[in-house]
């Protein structure tokens, strides 16, 4: 199943957008702070026939990069917005994200009319711990993957292979991770880097840890089935995942409408690229 490319109209120019399938249920998914549309191929190759899935590059990552900031999660639900209202009623599309696009989602959905909203490893605040600065926190949690938007690599090869390396992709590197390694590549050889900006990531993620209320105002306005899929292990494979027992435990809480899943061996990567992570995260799209 290979990806149909198109461009959706937004402010500031036009955003590429990615159909997975040609079933007519509808799947719109968002991608993750330094990530892609491709980060989606796994799943979408995982659904029955009868469904697609619509994919996008947030604005300043992947092909949209060259689309203009202000950046921040509400401008990219605001994208998002528009991607799900060019294909049709919102009622009748599944609406997920991963990661920070989870948050995303959230605030996309906040007073809308989606069939479901799909949670998958973020969308519940990560509130700022007093008295640190945003820059800190962001350097502490995504130090590593910040660091790769400033890199240049002699070849696209060369940045495949520091991809093998990450601890995430370590015993589970398969050709689904190696596409989405290879669309982020961009430049000549000598000087090939990330598609993402780093102007883009560091104000979107400023936004995520200094806005934990209008988050949670955001998961309170969802008006559709919710769920949430979480990862046991993090961004580097470590034992701790993004969202941990305790924080899931305080939201569904709060919302006991909200469905909190543990989707067993995986991590915040590889719940949506490795194959078995992959297969659930789309039986419970669809689902």
């Not at 069939?115 to 490893?121: E, G, H, N, P, S």
């Not at 909190?260 to 194959?275: A, F, G, K, S």
Request: charge should be negative; include cysteine.
């Amino acid at each position: 199943m290979n990806p149909v490319f198109g461009d959706v109209e937004v402010p500031g120019g036009r955003l590429r957008v990615a159909r997975f399938g040609t079933g007519p249920r509808l799947i719109v998914a968002v991608h993750g702070i330094t990530a892609s549309l491709m980060a989606w191929s796994g799943v979408a190759r995982r659904l029955p026939a009868e469904w697609s899935l619509v994919a996008m590059d947030l604005r300043g990552r992947g092909h949209s990069a060259e689309l203009p900031g202000p950046y921040g999660l509400p401008r990219h639900a605001e994208d998002v917005g528009l991607v799900a209202r060019s294909l049709g009623a919102e009622s009748g599309i599944v609406l997920t994200g991963h990661s920070m696009g989870a948050y995303v989602a959230a605030l996309a959905a906040a007073g809308r009319d989606y069939a479901r909203v799909v949670l998958v490893d973020g969308g519940l605040p990560l509130p700022l711990p007093p008295g640190l600065d945003p820059d800190t926190v962001l350097s502490a949690t995504l130090g590593p993957a910040i660091a790769r938007l400033g890199q240049t690599f002699p070849s696209t090869d060369a940045y495949v292979d520091f991809f093998k390396a990450h601890p995430a992709f370590a015993g589970n590197w398969n050709d689904r991770v190696e596409e989405y390694v290879r669309y982020d590549a961009a430049g000549p050889e000598g000087a090939v880097r990330s598609r993402a900006r780093e102007e883009a990531v560091r104000q979107d993620g400023r936004w995520l840890l200094t806005e934990s209320e209008e988050i949670g105002a955001a998961l309170h306005a969802v008006k559709s089935p919710l769920s949430l899929l979480r990862a046991p292990r993090g961004l580097l494979d470590q034992p701790v995942g993004m969202i941990p027992d305790e924080l899931a435990a305080t939201w569904t809480g709060r919302l006991p409408a909200l469905e909190d899943e543990l989707v067993e061996d995986c991590n915040h990567y590889t719940i949506l690229m490795e194959d078995r992570c992959a297969s659930l995260v789309a039986d419970r799209l669809v689902r």
